[in-house]
């Protein structure tokens, strides 16, 4: 696996590339220990049909619903683009 510490662009996508060469679970490691480091969480993970996943990243936020239960929200939300047919992980 090769992690960027520059700023690329995909020439396909343009989005910016994070790492390549690597698998899923891989791209998955590497955004949770970035994560953690930021007081941030992975807290949904999208298939589209172009065999692309869709990973979402946000700091927590407790509060609550409209009925006054409680409910954790995600702030600042990050998107991240896995193709798994080119093993690239992305910043949308």
């Avoid at 343009?14 to 590497?30: P, T």
């Avoid at 991240?80 to 080119?86: H, Q």
Wanted: proline letters at 1%; hydrophobic letters at 35%; charged letters at 25%.
């Amino acid at each position: 696996m090769r992690v960027f510490d520059i700023m690329c662009k995909d020439r396909v996508t343009g989005y910016q590339m994070v790492a390549c060469e690597c698998s899923y679970n891989q791209a998955l490691e590497l955004l949770q220990i970035e994560c953690r480091k930021h007081g941030r969480d992975v807290f949904r993970v999208e298939k589209d049909d172009t065999q692309a996943t869709v990973i979402s990243t946000g700091k927590p936020t407790a509060g609550t619903d409209f009925n006054g239960n409680t409910d954790i929200w995600y702030a600042d939300q990050v998107m991240f683009y896995y193709d798994e047919l080119r093993g690239f992980l992305m910043k949308m």
